[in-house]
């Protein structure tokens, strides 16, 4: 696959705030999500790959071309900031063939191409609307019409599911994946949540504090983060530092004190464990389970959280969480101060060096 | 509804300004107004008043030529050096117009190295027309770069980052996207700079009290012959002024839809 765009090493110094040696590959019509805390530089990133803002040191590639000294203009790059920035003097049709008129395309031809994105994006009947009068799924529809009219290489997004309220967010993300494969471009996605990262993504970047933490699929980024951030930024639940010491052939032994797992692979030293409150089995009554880790705890609290309930349950001092589903809870009859059983796979559980 | 107790001192305290602003024009209007055929013949009023109105335009022109791009760089690079450049354009504002009228005069009078300069392409500044136009300029500009500055600093950013990566260069992002969008407060600029072009009188007394703009002659005819003979003159004045500023506005209403 061809690699669309490459960071290599690239820092920038902004006083209070530093991006530090971000290196990435993302290729060719990918979905790629940026995912990071507020204050993570995830738009300063975006602003670099847009050339808005220069780097102090490193590369930026888009298409195999260093384009670390061009100017945006040259770059060929689609940017749809977080507030859409529609040019409010001119009208919907105006703002989509802004940059068609600047190539100086015939007037026929801009029609022409300003007509088959409207009617793709289902924005044709805006056209003529100031840009002032649209509501934030539409003004987000043109913003996008308006960056993927000039056919960019790369199409950079910078929380675009933020503005929009939370009910319109779940259709507009199945909206931003129909584009991109309709489009066939490549995506920069930045955003704080890591659902959304989940959903879209082919692939992820964590960054946090001007720092990538890790970069995989979703899958490898939720559930094996390499670092205690990406762990509780993805809300694992559980993480718990521990001592390792291998025992057995593929096996070892995590002794966080009061509790210890069996968890997969040789690991010796200061670890961490994490699973995912989902990887938890619960039972009133002992289970003949394949999996290594048994134990007893008190449920302590339980938060409705719609289909899934999340328990809170001491075990010997420590605080795990679990997910049943709100049938099982109820079937279960679970209660507060009520013994349960708990049952983690040692595949289930991630350990983090 | 009842009014509340605080609501009448406002409003009681605010009648009486607007009471101590309008009754002067209004006064001003009525009895030189009866006197105003007086002026339509009076040549040296006539040509007066026009050379007020001419000065004040070229020097609004030259003030939005220069101005403009200033602006432009301060509302964007706000750094320390952009700070003290904004402070000193309130220098000419915080000084008497007749010290700012010396200092024009010293600066560019046809002996000083500039002026002289000025002078072998016709900007000779002493009792010249282009002594009036740099004296209005002088206390002028300020007003005007500070209101569209405050233009610029309202158009966000992230339009004219659009615009680039759109492939707009710089100078199209500006005249497509910035300037249009600061189009208002660049006419408010204007007219304010216009409005205080025309109205001056301390700096222009000092550097050209010759040709006489219709604010010199004014006072020429005030301590000459008093304040009667001023009437009909301050009338017409007041009146061309009101008249040129209401227009300016309407259309300034008209470009906004």
């Given at each position: 696959?061809?690699?669309?765009?490459?960071?290599?090493?690239?820092w920038?110094?902004?006083?209070?705030?530093?991006?530090e040696?971000?290196?990435?590959?993302?290729?060719?019509?990918?979905?790629f999500?940026?995912?990071g805390?507020?204050?993570a530089?995830k738009?300063?990133l975006l602003?670099?790959?847009?050339g808005i803002l220069?780097p102090?040191?490193?590369?930026?590639?888009i298409?195999g071309?260093?384009?670390?000294q061009?100017?945006?203009?040259?770059?060929?790059?689609?940017?749809?900031?977080?507030?859409?920035?529609?040019?409010p003097?001119l009208s919907?049709?105006?703002?989509?063939?802004?940059?068609?008129?600047?190539?100086?395309l015939p007037e026929?031809?801009i029609?022409?191409?300003?007509?088959?994105?409207?009617?793709?994006?289902?924005?044709?009947?805006?056209?003529?609307?100031?840009?002032?009068?649209?509501?934030?799924?539409?003004?987000?529809?043109?913003?996008?019409?308006?960056?993927?009219?000039?056919?960019p290489?790369?199409?950079?997004l910078?929380?675009?599911?933020?503005a929009v309220?939370?009910?319109?967010?779940?259709?507009?993300?199945?909206?931003?994946?129909?584009?991109?494969?309709?489009?066939e471009?490549t995506v920069?996605?930045?955003t704080h949540?890591?659902t959304?990262?989940l959903?879209?993504?082919?692939?992820?970047?964590?960054l946090?504090?001007?720092?990538?933490?890790?970069?995989?699929?979703?899958?490898?980024i939720?559930y094996?983060?390499?670092?205690?951030?990406v762990?509780w930024?993805?809300?694992?639940?559980?993480?718990f530092?521990?001592e390792a010491?291998p025992i057995?052939?593929?096996?070892s032994?995590?002794?966080?004190?009061?509790?210890?797992?069996?968890?997969?692979?040789?690991?010796?030293?200061?670890?961490a464990?994490m699973?995912?409150p989902?990887?938890v089995?619960?039972s009133?009554?002992?289970?003949t389970?394949s999996?290594?880790?048994?134990?007893?705890g008190?449920?302590?609290?339980y938060?409705?959280?719609?289909?899934?309930?999340?328990?809170?349950?001491?075990?010997?001092?420590?605080?795990?969480?679990?997910?049943?589903?709100?049938?099982?809870?109820?079937n279960?009859?679970?209660?507060?101060?009520?013994?349960?059983?708990?049952?983690?796979?040692?595949?289930?559980i991630?350990?983090?060096? | 509804m009842?009014?509340?107790?605080?609501?009448?001192i406002?409003?009681?305290?605010?009648s009486i300004?607007?009471l101590?602003l309008l009754?002067?024009?209004?006064?001003?209007?009525?009895?030189?107004?009866a006197?105003?055929g007086?002026?339509?013949?009076d040549?040296?009023?006539?040509?007066?008043?026009?050379l007020?109105?001419?000065?004040?335009f070229?020097s609004g022109?030259l003030?939005?030529?220069?101005g403009?791009?200033?602006a432009?760089v301060?509302?964007?690079h706000?750094?320390s050096?952009?700070?003290?450049?904004?402070?000193?354009?309130?220098?000419?504002?915080?000084?008497?117009h007749?010290?700012?009228g010396?200092?024009?005069?010293?600066?560019?009078n046809?002996?000083?190295p500039?002026g002289s300069?000025?002078?072998?392409i016709g900007?000779?500044?002493?009792d010249?027309?282009?002594g009036?136009v740099?004296?209005?300029?002088?206390?002028?500009?300020?007003?005007f770069?500070?209101?569209?500055?405050?233009?610029?600093?309202?158009?966000?950013?992230?339009?004219?980052?659009?615009?680039?990566?759109?492939?707009?260069?710089?100078l199209?992002?500006?005249?497509k996207?910035?300037?249009?969008?600061?189009?208002?407060?660049?006419v408010?600029?204007?007219?304010?700079s216009?409005?205080r072009?025309?109205?001056?009188?301390?700096?222009i007394?000092?550097?050209?009290?010759?040709?006489?703009?219709?604010?010199t002659?004014?006072?020429?005819?005030?301590?000459?012959?008093?304040?009667?003979?001023?009437?009909s003159?301050?009338a017409?004045?007041a009146?061309?002024?009101l008249?040129v500023?209401?227009?300016?506005?309407?259309?300034?209403k008209?470009?906004?839809q």
């Amino acid at each position: 696959m061809k690699i669309c765009l490459e960071l290599v090493n690239i820092w920038k110094d902004f006083k209070e705030f530093k991006l530090e040696k971000i290196s990435l590959k993302a290729y060719e019509k990918e979905y790629f999500v940026v995912l990071g805390p507020s204050g993570a530089g995830k738009t300063l990133l975006l602003q670099i790959i847009a050339g808005i803002l220069d780097p102090d040191k490193g590369k930026v590639y888009i298409d195999g071309v260093d384009m670390t000294q061009e100017p945006p203009e040259k770059r060929n790059v689609g940017y749809v900031p977080q507030n859409y920035a529609l040019f409010p003097h001119l009208s919907v049709y105006d703002n989509i063939a802004f940059g068609l008129k600047i190539r100086k395309l015939p007037e026929d031809k801009i029609k022409l191409k300003v007509k088959n994105i409207a009617e793709k994006l289902e924005i044709a009947h805006l056209l003529k609307r100031s840009p002032r009068t649209l509501s934030g799924g539409e003004a987000q529809r043109v913003a996008l019409a308006r960056a993927l009219v000039i056919e960019p290489k790369l199409l950079l997004l910078d929380e675009p599911l933020a503005a929009v309220d939370p009910v319109l967010r779940w259709e507009l993300r199945g909206y931003l994946k129909k584009i991109q494969s309709e489009f066939e471009t490549t995506v920069i996605h930045v955003t704080h949540d890591f659902t959304e990262a989940l959903s879209l993504a082919n692939k992820v970047a964590v960054l946090n504090k001007g720092v990538i933490e890790q970069i995989g699929t979703p899958q490898e980024i939720f559930y094996k983060p390499k670092s205690e951030f990406v762990a509780w930024f993805t809300r694992a639940g559980n993480i718990f530092k521990g001592e390792a010491k291998p025992i057995e052939e593929g096996l070892s032994i995590v002794d966080l004190g009061p509790v210890h797992f069996t968890v997969c692979g040789a690991y010796e030293g200061k670890v961490a464990v994490m699973f995912r409150p989902e990887h938890v089995v619960i039972s009133k009554q002992p289970l003949t389970s394949s999996a290594k880790n048994e134990l007893i705890g008190i449920i302590d609290d339980y938060v409705d959280e719609g289909p899934l309930v999340l328990l809170k349950i001491g075990v010997n001092g420590l605080s795990i969480k679990a997910y049943v589903t709100k049938s099982s809870f109820y079937n279960l009859g679970l209660k507060r101060q009520e013994k349960v059983y708990l049952y983690v796979k040692a595949s289930q559980i991630h350990v983090i060096k | 509804m009842k009014l509340n107790k605080g609501y009448y001192i406002f409003s009681t305290l605010g009648s009486i300004l607007i009471l101590f602003l309008l009754i002067p024009v209004a006064i001003c209007l009525a009895l030189g107004g009866a006197a105003l055929g007086d002026v339509v013949q009076d040549k040296e009023a006539l040509d007066a008043i026009y050379l007020s109105f001419h000065a004040g335009f070229v020097s609004g022109i030259l003030i939005a030529i220069f101005g403009t791009p200033l602006a432009y760089v301060l509302s964007r690079h706000k750094n320390s050096f952009s700070q003290i450049v904004v402070s000193s354009l309130e220098i000419p504002l915080a000084l008497p117009h007749s010290v700012a009228g010396i200092m024009v005069l010293l600066a560019y009078n046809s002996r000083a190295p500039i002026g002289s300069l000025l002078s072998r392409i016709g900007l000779t500044i002493e009792d010249n027309y282009w002594g009036i136009v740099f004296a209005m300029m002088f206390v002028s500009a300020p007003i005007f770069v500070t209101t569209v500055r405050a233009g610029f600093d309202s158009v966000d950013v992230e339009l004219e980052n659009v615009a680039r990566t759109l492939g707009a260069s710089l100078l199209k992002v500006f005249f497509k996207v910035s300037f249009p969008l600061a189009f208002r407060h660049f006419v408010a600029g204007f007219v304010l700079s216009l409005a205080r072009a025309i109205s001056e009188v301390g700096a222009i007394i000092i550097v050209a009290y010759y040709p006489k703009v219709a604010a010199t002659l004014v006072i020429e005819r005030f301590l000459g012959y008093g304040l009667d003979a001023a009437l009909s003159l301050s009338a017409a004045l007041a009146l061309i002024s009101l008249a040129v500023f209401a227009s300016l506005r309407l259309i300034l209403k008209e470009a906004e839809q």
